[in-house]
């Protein structure tokens, strides 16, 4: 069953925060994806990934943007769920010796408790890489998961106060 944020609202406020920390606010989706952008961006993904290629280590380090495509929320009672499809870019410095790219679309699936403000289960997965080195991107899988993870179980509950 799908509900609105407006019906939610009514229904567990103040706690209703967590949804909106997810970015389910429908009447404003430019702001919505910016929240879930903002965290995952603070959670750098790209932050010390490096490949060595050709015996050299390169580093993919640099974070270049991340892009909310798809938000969708849904919920009953005090439960809700909500999915994200994303794009994520990591770069290598304008200096480096091989300059070039790494990215991968992403989607993020969790669920939450309205009333406890808690992210009851989360799955991140990187369905597709691209870029110059975009093959490396299968090697820092976890790690770069590991990040959105972080993004959206740590930012979310700081805005359900």
Do not use: H, W
Request: glycine share 8%; aromatic share 4%; proline share 5%.
């Amino acid at each position: 069953m799908s509900i609105s944020l407006q019906a939610v609202c009514q229904k567990a406020m103040p706690r209703i925060a967590l949804a909106v920390a997810l970015g389910t606010m429908p009447m404003v989706p430019a702001q919505a994806a910016n929240i879930i952008e903002k965290a995952i961006a603070q959670a750098n993904p790209c932050s010390g990934n490096s490949v060595k290629v050709s015996g050299v280590t390169i580093g993919i380090d640099r974070f270049d943007r991340v892009e909310i495509k798809e938000f969708s929320v849904s919920g009953t009672g005090s439960k809700g769920q909500a999915s994200v499809t994303g794009f994520l870019s990591c770069k290598t410095s304008d200096e480096a010796l091989f300059p070039g790219d790494a990215n991968a679309d992403f989607t993020v699936k969790a669920s939450f408790d309205l009333s406890t403000c808690a992210v009851d289960s989360k799955q991140v997965d990187i369905p597709r890489t691209g870029g110059k080195y975009g093959l490396a991107v299968n090697l820092l899988k976890p790690k770069i998961i590991q990040a959105i993870e972080s993004a959206i179980v740590s930012e979310a509950p700081k805005l359900c106060k």
